[in-house]
């Protein structure tokens, strides 16, 4: 199994307390995921995060209808959160979302270790296709956050 590693960093000129609250508010997914992936949560609103709560959704990838689900590994609260998927497109999904308190804000880290699925065709797609669209997801993602945070 290829196993990758997909690394952001962002600084975000708010307060520790409103950043982790915008990300541990479910909803808000929707705001940062593209609009070309359809994106919706299943999972009826509001969502209690912490660990081990279970959050399912739906997203069309390249006209695929496909469900996702991530389970809450780590919870703390002002610091980081770890989601990992359970069913879902990808061999491996393991998402550490780490934030740190700065003199200018907050520094945002995502870690995401991914693996496909399928062997050579899975590491084929990852060439072409998937690691580009990863990237697209997360340069929207900094875009939506730069806007939420002005």
């Known amino acids: 199994m290829s196993e990758y590693l997909l690394?952001?960093?962002?600084?975000i000129?708010?307060?520790l307390d409103r950043v982790f609250d915008f990300f541990a508010d479910a909803a808000n997914l929707e705001v940062l995921t593209p609009?070309?992936?359809h994106f919706r949560i299943l999972t009826p609103l509001p969502i209690e995060m912490k660990t081990g709560a279970l959050i399912q959704y739906r997203i069309r990838?390249?006209?695929v209808p496909v469900r996702w689900t991530t389970e809450i590994l780590d919870w703390t609260p002002g610091r980081q959160f770890v989601d990992q998927q359970i069913?879902?497109?990808y061999r491996l999904w393991h998402h550490t979302h780490?934030?740190?308190e700065t003199t200018d804000g907050v520094l945002m880290t995502d870690r995401v270790r991914y693996a496909l699925p399928m062997g050579l065709a899975g590491r084929c797609m990852h060439a072409v296709t998937v690691r580009r669209d990863l990237d697209a997801i997360?340069?929207?993602?900094?875009?939506?956050?730069?806007r939420v945070f002005g």
Request: glycine share 4%.
């Open 61 to 63: 990838w390249r006209f």
């Open 7 to 11: 690394e952001r960093r962002q600084s």
């Open 138 to 146: 997360f340069d929207h993602r900094a875009r939506q956050v730069e």
């Open 35 to 37: 609009p070309w992936l």
């Open 98 to 100: 780490i934030f740190e």
């Open 87 to 89: 069913r879902g497109p």
């Open 13 to 15: 000129q708010a307060n």
